[in-house]
């Protein structure tokens, strides 16, 4: 039994070198991961992997950390995930709650916390502040729970995948703008006309035009449904803590999505028909043979046979995804075991307990500039911005927003690239003289690019369907087409899901206040182009 497990190890492990890339996120590192030590009497096994990443904090206010999950493969069957042995006994509270042989690994200051569902695990700093790296965390899998026996667990592959993510403490929290009616357009109010409304607790809350009750104007459909209307006690309004990924999915985490399903799940998420060997529009989310946007999910054209998975590559790994529609962003969710976030939940997010600023972006200030190039390979996830001074905290004014393209506009007023930027490129770099946060584009608790850059998909308040979200974790699972299967989140047509944020073709600040609501309630389920994907747990 001792040789077989070494000779294991070493094939898993082989296996990985040759045919995987590490995890990546940012500057998120997952690495020499394998499986060992099968325990045939408990049907569990160790998963070992060495975890790194740039930037880690523990401090007064919060925590980041990263989501790690896992996926195995048995020959003649497709990538499954893997659920892990046990759940940590009580609540996040900062410290490690490794259950009994899990481990954070070798750094003292790691810890380590399994979530109920046990679908994965959350990795974080205990204390302090800056990169920090563990060799030998360990999993423990039920492999039996997902199928596997005994006598096949020898056999199996692994990947092992990580989402950096930041820890959104209980708290009550305001939404919406201070100047109410006459802030940005559709904005959360305290009717009626009391400012920006305060949520003190996940209790229901009444939508209506009667004396301090929660409202927002509706200047088209985009914004709402008709009032009165109530937002149920189940409906998470950021007063809960909860997680929420640190930066928008990057391409290279999209690519590692897309390189884990069938062949038949492939096609529903991408553009292009990959059904045949040779595939002319290979990048894939455009239906283009010429990037598109700056989206770079490619696949080679020729080679990919008819049966098997199609393998896709990109060539700017760190740059935020977009072309990706509501399905997309459930089907990930599900896939990863998160969840999406509610529009409540991106504006506390943003503004964190501070009072309420007039028109302001979401690190807390009207203060915005926009680089003109970068300095390094453009999506590396090491580029610096440039200019290399003064205010350059957010993608936006770049090419023609489609509101300007519908009034006649052809020639947009910054020429070079039109699409997004890449995950934390503001944090990449400090300027001299400006605040830690308003350069980096930070929140409140340190989240990213949540003005500008890509549009932020949320559940609405808005919408009936949206209101029925309870907040349900995904399981890993995707059905046969390759789509979320979460009752309670919006579906495909994306029907109870709108946009919040701005967008890297938004003219301005005017368009990227974090309260402004025109397109809360807008689906858009097909069309993608400006979209990104931020999800929760």
């Not at 998420?269 to 999910?297: F, L, P």
Request: charged share 25%.
């Amino acid at each position: 039994m001792v040789k077989k497990r070494r000779i294991f190890t070493f094939c898993a492990t082989l296996f990985l070198l040759i045919f995987l890339r590490d995890a990546y996120a940012a500057h998120l590192k997952i690495s020499n991961y394998y499986v060992s030590e099968f325990n045939t009497l408990k049907h569990t096994a160790k998963i070992q992997f060495d975890i790194s990443w740039d930037n880690a904090w523990k401090n007064e206010l919060n925590c980041d950390g990263v989501w790690v999950f896992v996926k195995f493969k048995l020959p003649d069957r497709s990538w499954e995930h893997v659920s892990l042995k046990e759940a940590s006994d009580s609540d996040f509270n900062y410290i490690s709650q490794a259950p009994s042989f899990f481990s954070a690994g070798d750094n003292p200051i790691m810890g380590l916390w399994v979530p109920k569902e046990k679908t994965g695990a959350f990795l974080f700093r205990t204390e302090g502040i800056g990169n920090i790296s563990s060799k030998n965390v360990t999993f423990i899998w039920d492999y039996a729970k997902d199928g596997v026996l005994d006598n096949e667990v020898s056999q199996v592959k692994i990947k092992v995948f990580g989402l950096e993510m930041v820890y959104i403490p209980q708290g009550k929290h305001y939404v919406g703008d201070p100047q109410g009616p006459d802030g940005p357009d559709n904005c959360f109010y305290t009717y009626p006309n009391n400012g920006a409304y305060l949520i003190q607790s996940e209790d229901e809350i009444l939508v209506d035009k009667v004396e301090g009750a929660l409202y927002c104007d509706q200047d088209n459909e985009r914004s709402r449904d008709d009032t009165p209307f109530v937002i149920p006690k189940e409906f998470p309004k950021g007063y809960k803590p909860f997680w929420i990924m640190k930066y928008e999915l990057s391409t290279q985490q999209f690519v590692d999505f897309l390189n884990c399903l069938t062949r038949a799940q492939q096609q529903k998420k991408v553009a292009s028909d990959i059904s045949g060997d040779e595939i002319s529009n290979y990048y894939v989310m455009t239906n283009t043979d010429t990037e598109k946007m700056r989206n770079t999910v490619v696949c080679a054209k020729k080679g990919n046979g008819t049966v098997e998975p199609v393998v896709f590559y990109t060539y700017a790994p760190a740059r935020a995804c977009n072309f990706l529609s509501w399905s997309d962003i459930t089907s990930f969710a599900d896939w990863s075991g998160l969840r999406p976030i509610t529009e409540l939940e991106y504006e506390k997010a943003c503004r964190g307990t501070q009072d309420p600023v007039p028109n302001e972006a979401a690190w807390g200030t009207t203060d915005i500039g926009r680089p003109d190039t970068f300095d390094g390979p453009d999506g590396s996830g090491y580029e610096v911005k440039v200019p290399k001074k003064g205010i350059v905290n957010a993608g936006y004014g770049s090419g023609i927003a489609p509101f300007e393209a519908a009034a006649g506009k052809t020639k947009p007023d910054n020429p070079g690239y039109e699409g997004p930027l890449t995950c934390g490129l503001f944090e990449n770099s400090q300027h001299e003289g400006v605040p830690k946060r308003i350069n980096d584009g930070a929140s409140f608790y340190g989240v990213m690019e949540l003005s500008g850059n890509l549009w932020e998909r949320c559940v609405t308040v808005g919408h009936k369907i949206g209101r029925k979200f309870r907040g349900v974790h995904g399981d890993g699972k995707l059905d046969p087409d390759g789509f979320s299967d979460v009752e309670d989140w919006p579906g495909r047509d994306g029907a109870g899901a709108g946009n919040r944020g701005g967008v890297w073709s938004s003219p301005g600040l005017k368009y990227l206040r974090f309260a402004l609501r025109f397109a809360a309630n807008f689906p858009k389920s097909e069309d993608g182009k400006h979209s990104g994907c931020r999800l929760g747990y």
